[in-house]
């Protein structure tokens, strides 16, 4: 876009800030005036004239390619004005007998001012499309189009491509899919993208050829919500036109990750309330979607509940022993290691107890212990730790049916406590335990004392779990600070 500057006349002087000025005469040639030099004191106006840049339109389509379009079908072809001034766009169809033929013309009111053109030839031989902005033809105007042959057959068109999946495609994101025509006969492709609102004009596309018989559709949609994609050949809809797309907010589904006992490959049995948590921290805009398959191909249920911002808990409760199939995605696209398989056991009752704080958590190069008690019950007790690095297992015998156990893990994440008998996960098992990397935590800096000696041991019946007040003191510190630790005693 070009601009003029203009000195207007005030009183009897000139503007006082402007030497010279370029005026537009009638003939479209830009001359060079002189102002008289003006009165120091006289105000002056100035103002900016915006003038029109023909030459910054430009025309695209099948409908101006010097082949393709063929009789009896719409040829279409768009015209953008970005950036060009304002100013009417005008088209002229002409057809091999110099007869004007009709076409459609519409403004689709869109940011790059655009307009969409369609015309459908009545005869074969070479027309001629004129296309002009404010009374001037745009470059390369007028094109030359041969149409040859009749239109060809809708049915053989297929369309394939990201830009046709239901889900997937995001908000402000570009994507395609590829129209082939092989074997269709003789026309051109169209495709108009219906907004939720069924708006056609919201979505614009762009349609070129990549090879003889394949074109290639790419567009960007600026809103959330379901899509239409209509696709047409020879002015006919193709098989399964139109397509719905479901355009979601940007997000990123590798970032999502799940954990929790109910994801293991062994362990869980039936009657078990197995459960995980799916983690969408930095994921974006999206909700996690969880589906179960059990043996048969039977559809599992599922509860999932939202515990913070991001973090969801799952729960299911496996009714058959058998292989299942957990499927987490994020915004319609599967999470890493998605999907998940879950080897479940059957029903099983022990007298078996485990408790302690090495089942639930740890710290890196920090031991983690827990205890098991066998409260009578026979069978070879044997443990098992699977997560992120080798964590040796120290374990003693107490001698009384029940076993200390300690694990070194020696890298942060998620570890999985297999307390076995006779080579068998026991109930509960595996307790799946969060280890923090060594930063500045200092457990053996750290101890409980009683509130006082008649605090303890009073009142605590067999077989109940009992929670212990105490004072948590730092060696390294001069605070004291309360804190209670629940500790599951079976006397």
Not at 115 to 131: I, M, Q
Not at 140 to 166: C, F, I, M, N, R
Not at 272 to 301: C, H, L, R, S, W
Request: proline share 9%; hydrophobic share 35%; with cysteine.
């Amino acid at each position: 876009m070009r601009y003029i500057l203009l000195c207007q006349r005030v009183g009897s002087g000139v503007c006082n800030n402007l030497r010279s000025s370029y005026v537009l005469r009638a003939k479209d040639k830009l001359q060079h005036e002189k102002c008289r030099p003006p009165p120091a004191l006289l105000p002056a106006l100035c103002f900016v004239s915006c003038v029109l840049d023909v030459n910054k339109v430009r025309a695209y389509g099948p409908g101006i390619e010097p082949s393709g379009p063929v009789v009896g079908a719409p040829a279409n072809f768009t015209v953008e004005t970005f950036s060009a001034g304002k100013g009417q766009v005008d088209v002229a169809i002409e057809n091999p007998h110099g007869e004007v033929e009709p076409v459609d013309i519409r403004f689709n009111k869109d940011r790059n001012l655009t307009y969409s053109v369609s015309y459908t030839p009545k005869l074969e031989g070479n027309h001629k499309v004129s296309v002009k902005f404010a009374g001037r033809e745009i470059p390369k105007s007028p094109y030359t189009v041969l149409v040859e042959g009749h239109a060809g057959d809708a049915s053989k068109v297929t369309a394939s491509g990201p830009g046709l999946q239901p889900e997937g495609v995001m908000i402000n994101r570009p994507t395609y899919f590829d129209i082939s025509t092989k074997d269709a006969g003789r026309g051109g492709p169209e495709v108009i993208i219906l907004d939720p609102a069924g708006n056609k004009n919201t979505v614009p596309v762009k349609l070129r050829q990549i090879s003889p018989d394949v074109w290639r559709c790419e567009y960007v949609s600026p809103i959330t919500g379901l899509h239409s994609v209509n696709i047409f050949f020879a002015g006919k809809p193709i098989p399964n036109s139109p397509c719905g797309v479901r355009v979601a907010p940007v997000f990123d589904a590798k970032k999502v990750r799940a954990s929790g006992r109910g994801l293991q490959p062994c362990g869980v049995r039936v009657k078990d309330e197995a459960n995980f948590k799916i983690y969408t921290e930095g994921a974006g805009e999206g909700t996690p979607e969880v589906n179960i398959i059990g043996p048969g191909g039977v559809k599992e249920p599922v509860k999932m509940h939202k515990v913070n911002g991001t973090t969801y808990e799952v729960i299911y409760n496996p009714r058959k022993e058998g292989r299942y199939v957990v499927m987490v995605s994020f915004a319609g696209q599967e999470i890493p290691r998605s999907p998940f398989e879950v080897s479940v056991g059957p029903y099983k009752e022990t007298l078996i107890k485990a408790y302690g704080p090495g089942l639930v958590g740890g710290v890196v190069n920090y031991p983690a212990l827990f205890t098991v008690e066998t409260n009578g019950e026979t069978g070879a007790l044997g443990f098992s730790i699977e997560g992120p690095s080798q964590a040796k297992i120290d374990c003693h015998d107490n001698g009384d049916g029940s076993a200390d156990v300690r694990y070194y893990p020696t890298a942060p994440g998620e570890y999985a406590v297999h307390i076995l008998c006779d080579s068998e996960d026991i109930p509960k098992s595996p307790y799946v335990a969060q280890v923090l990397p060594n930063t500045d935590y200092y457990p053996d800096k750290c101890t409980v004392l009683s509130r006082s000696d008649s605090d303890m041991g009073y009142g605590i019946l067999a077989g109940k779990a009992v929670s212990i007040v105490g004072i948590l003191v730092c060696r390294n510190s001069a605070k004291r600070a309360q804190c209670k630790a629940e500790q599951r005693l079976y006397l």
